[in-house]
Nanobody, 114 residues
Framework: VQLQASGGGLVQAGGSLKLSCVISGSTFSRYGATWYRQAPGSQREWVAG???????NYIDSVKGRFTISRDNAANTVYLQMNRLQPEDTAVYFC?????????WGQGTQVTVSS
């Protein structure tokens, strides 16, 4: 299983970005997916989760601004990020758990300028 994240960049506060995570493997739709982020000098934190059945959850600080979704035909999970704030600056990682094992992407940098 390989995860390839993309879509990061530099954006002004109030702007938007859409992250993508392509996950290899023919059983993509059987599993949920999660986005994490890690800011400089901070621990990696969970941001949003999408269950295989479609339920979503978000960390409080991004509720109403971020949306996690998936396209099973494209084996891709997305994170739409709106009204970005400087405190959203971090490297964003996608992750998928399959059984007892967690698979991580390489991360994509999001920088929000004030």
């Amino acid at each position: 299983v390989q995860l390839q994240a993309s879509g990061g960049g530099l954006v002004q506060a109030g702007g938007s970005l859409k992250l993508s995570c392509v996950i290899s493997g023919s059983t993509f739709s059987r599993y949920g997916a999660t986005w994490y982020r890690q800011a400089p000098g901070s621990q990696r934190e969970w941001v949003a989760g999408l269950a295989a059945g479609g339920a979503t959850n978000y960390i409080d600080s991004v509720k109403g601004r971020f949306t996690i979704s998936r396209d099973n035909a494209a084996n891709t999970v997305y994170l739409q990020m709106n009204r970005l704030q400087p405190e959203d600056t971090a490297v964003y990682f996608c992750m998928q758990e399959r059984g007892a094992r967690a698979y991580w992407g390489q991360g994509t940098q999001v920088t929000v300028s004030s």
